[in-house]
């Protein structure tokens, strides 16, 4: 049977540093069914670093079914740094097939800092396919403080594709606050694409404080799309406390759309303390949508001391579907005895795996024996925020809810990055022994333990294969 074969291949991906393993998988590279070889060369991905694994799937790039020298060039992202793969890679740029040359430019992404890729992936921007076009644009945002980068992706902001639009725009916005880059990126918030006003709106958030920007980003508070809506309330996150900004987004609060009452509500957080901010946010506790409910004691997590949001919290842990964002939200007054005994009453019905391990491991409901078994069940899940609960109930800190909390409830696209470096900030602390709080009885034991998760983590599937191994 063709998916238990492609199930197995899988599966195996996580143990590819086995000889064997290697050798039953490099076997499967020869299948005659195309789906088979494309999965082999995927779960191949982590060990392209041997020597034989990277001929074979250097060979992949010349196979005659397209989804497999897609694979194949995919997988070899890790190793583009090493000559031969590089130049096959390049090579491919060129290749007659769309499929295999946006592949090519995403897996050259990790050395777009080298004159010659640079100047291979700027001649990408050009290419007649515009999926080719997107993939070599996210390729260069690592480089966009290169003028010659810079000044291509500024092209591409006026692409036919609005696809192509949005992602050059993300891909500048490490240089929004250069002059050019700004007025581009402003103009952008007016074009008839509702993602590009969006990708604008997400690029000029670090500049927010700049007046013009601001004026703008609050005008996108107005847009038709709930989503560009959204995203301005987001950006204008950093600036809250300016009046004008911090009226606007309270206005937002009773938008018709959940989306942009759970962005604003977020967008909130740095001015919970304030009396208005703070009123209001807790009315929304109770939203009929219940992840406005979660945004909202996200945003609280920040007051969390307080007794009126204290309240609200643990009253939250009653409703199945707002009991994981809640107890992250408490976890930093965790060791209050009221908050501590609410805690240990909320039962396994809260319905993300990740939020039931992060609820587990922060409040010692397991003992660390068992901790490597809860987090295989977060590996497992499909959804990368469960890794963003596990690791926030680890640390159990508010400000790490503060940090990835747009990422988690807005974003969950671009979560797998951001919370790696988390767990790989903690294993490295549980290693040092620096990792201290009643959530962590015997960091030493932990540290191994971790390390295991982590590694497990870090050979996850991904729609991206080599993202994992980036991170």
Do not use: C
């Amino acid at each position: 049977d063709r998916w238990v074969r492609g199930s197995a291949a899988r599966s195996l991906a996580s143990v590819a540093h086995m000889e064997s393993v290697q050798l039953a998988l490099l076997a499967r590279l020869e299948d005659p069914d195309r789906g088979m070889r494309g999965i082999a060369a995927g779960a191949l991905a982590s060990v392209a670093d041997v020597g034989v694994v990277q001929r074979a799937l250097l060979g992949g790039l010349e196979d005659a079914d397209p989804w497999m020298r897609r694979t194949a060039a995919w997988a070899l992202a890790s190793v583009a740094h090493e000559e031969t793969v590089q130049s096959a890679l390049l090579g491919s740029l060129e290749d007659p097939d769309p499929s295999l040359r946006g592949a090519a430019a995403y897996a050259l992404s990790s050395v777009a800092h080298e004159e010659t890729v640079q100047r291979a992936l700027i001649g990408v921007l050009e290419d007649s396919d515009p999926s080719v076009r997107w993939a070599a644009s996210r390729a260069l945002a690592s480089v966009a403080y290169v003028e010659r980068v810079r000044r291509a992706l500024l092209g591409n902001l006026e692409d036919p594709d609005a696809d192509v639009r949005a992602i050059a725009a993300g891909a500048l916005t490490s240089v929004a606050h250069e002059k050019r880059v700004q007025r581009a990126l402003l103009s952008n918030l007016e074009d008839p694409d509702a993602d590009v006003r969006r990708a604008a709106a997400w690029a000029l958030a670090s500049i927010a404080h700049v007046e013009a920007v601001q004026l703008v980003l609050l005008g996108g508070l107005e847009d038709p799309n709930a989503g560009v809506r959204g995203a301005a309330a987001l950006a204008l996150a950093s600036v809250a406390h300016e009046e004008a900004v911090r009226r606007a987004l309270l206005g937002r609060l009773e938008d018709s759309e959940s989306y942009v009452r759970g962005a604003a509500a977020y967008a909130l957080s740095s001015v919970a303390h304030v009396e208005a901010v703070q009123r209001a946010i807790l009315s929304m506790v109770d939203d009929p949508i219940d992840w406005v409910g979660s945004a909202a004691a996200a945003a609280l997590s920040t007051v969390v001391r307080e007794k009126a949001v204290q309240r609200a919290l643990l009253a939250m842990l009653g409703d199945p579907e707002s009991a994981a964002a809640a107890a992250l939200a408490l976890s930093s007054v965790a060791h209050e005895e009221g908050v501590w005994k609410a805690l240990t009453l909320v039962d396994d019905s809260v319905p993300s795996a990740g939020a039931q391990a992060a609820l587990r491991l922060g409040m010692r409901r397991t003992s660390p024996h068992r901790w490597p078994s809860v987090a295989q069940d977060v590996v497992s899940s499909p959804w990368r925020q469960d890794l963003a609960a596990l690791s926030l109930g680890i640390v159990g800190a508010a400000r790490l809810t503060y940090a990835l909390g747009p990422a988690i409830i807005f974003r969950p696209d671009a979560v797998e990055l951001p919370v790696l470096d988390w767990l790989a900030e903690l294993g490295r602390a549980g290693r040092d022994g620096r990792v201290r709080g009643p959530w962590v009885a015997r960091p030493k034991e932990l540290a191994g333990q971790w390390s295991t998760f982590y590694e497990t983590a870090l050979r996850d599937d991904s729609d991206s294969p080599a993202a994992p191994r980036e991170a």
